[in-house]
């Protein structure tokens, strides 16, 4: 995949938060609630020696090395060559 196929398969990835209108009757019982932050989401992916942070709409946000595992070229491997880490983040500067 390249380009504008890349951003579409990552803007799909990552959980929309929907805001709850009404209270169910059995809201603690069969709902799980998270606290919706107020920074930019987005979808970090370390792979191949390189770590790529990804808007929500799939643009990339930020390349970076890390301390992922193959989140960045180092002379020891972090593991296998395909494998890779995903995180859903929120961007704080």
């Not at 301390?67 to 395909?82: D, F």
């Amino acid at each position: 995949m390249r380009g504008e196929q890349v951003r579409n398969w990552f803007a799909r990835q990552l959980m929309l938060p929907e805001w709850m209108i009404d209270i169910p009757d059995n809201l603690s019982q069969d709902w799980y609630v998270f606290a919706r932050p107020a920074r930019k989401r987005c979808f970090v992916v370390a792979s191949n020696g390189t770590t790529v942070s990804r808007q929500r709409n799939g643009s990339t946000l930020h390349c970076f090395p890390s301390a992922l595992p193959n989140g960045a070229k180092t002379r020891e491997p972090s593991g296998p060559a395909h494998s890779y880490s995903t995180l859903d983040c929120i961007f704080h500067e």
